[in-house]
């Protein structure tokens, strides 16, 4: 099992940079660091996958991570579109894929009460920042819903993915208020963003992998007459 982790020290490695980067103040280093980090993580899920066979769960995580990476670059890749809405569509695509992924792939139990926290979480944000939101209140709204769907069916699966969903909600709702309110946003906001992004998403990927070797043990194990 641990040479499933090498694949992810690149990943790791250019997170901290990027972080670092933005806590820092070197834009130099933190934008192009920034669009290497999804094509890394694809990069330590297809590692991770060696030796287990590619399946749909693993093609549905890279999907979501190269949506992801869309949403990280939608200022590069599209910049003659406006910003937030394609960040907002790019994301919310890679949401639906995760929760797909979560809820008919990976899923190990049913949804635990706890996590009606999500709801209350939604309405708080909403009512929070609906005064600063205008044009886009529809479609915030919306991400905000596939969000916390996200986060929800995160819930059900192993703990790694549960805690990639926290982390992932965290860094996308510290990321509202620093669109939407500035002024009530400290500096050092902008690498935290990134800090919990960047462990969201690697968590999420990680217990992924986790789930289909576990889920693969056990088929072989069923198998195997006692």
Do not use: N
């Amino acid at each position: 099992m641990h040479r499933l982790w090498i694949g992810f020290v690149p990943y790791i490695a250019a997170s901290a940079v990027h972080v670092w980067a933005l806590a820092v103040g070197a834009d130099a280093v933190a934008a192009p660091t920034k669009l290497t980090l999804m094509p890394l993580l694809a990069l330590a899920v297809v590692w991770g996958a060696r030796g287990a066979g590619w399946r749909r769960d693993h093609a549905l995580l890279v999907v979501a991570i190269g949506l992801s990476w869309l949403g990280d670059g939608a200022g590069t890749f599209v910049p003659w579109l406006p910003t937030v809405p394609m960040m907002l569509l790019f994301f919310g695509l890679a949401h639906l894929c995760y929760i797909w992924l979560f809820w008919r792939r990976v899923a190990l139990r049913r949804v635990p009460l706890w996590a009606a926290v999500y709801a209350v979480w939604w309405v708080v944000l909403l009512a929070v920042l609906w005064p600063h939101l205008g044009g886009l209140t529809v479609a915030v709204a919306a991400y905000g819903l596939v969000l916390g769907g996200t986060a929800v069916a995160a819930s059900r699966c192993h703990p790694l993915i549960v805690w990639g969903g926290v982390f992932f909600l965290a860094s996308d709702s510290i990321l509202a208020f620093r669109l939407f309110l500035p002024d009530a946003m400290p500096d050092w906001t902008s690498p935290l963003v990134m800090l919990t992004y960047c462990l969201g998403q690697g968590l999420i990927a990680a217990g992924v992998l986790v789930s289909v070797r576990a889920r693969q043990v056990a088929a072989v194990r069923a198998e195997v007459p006692a």
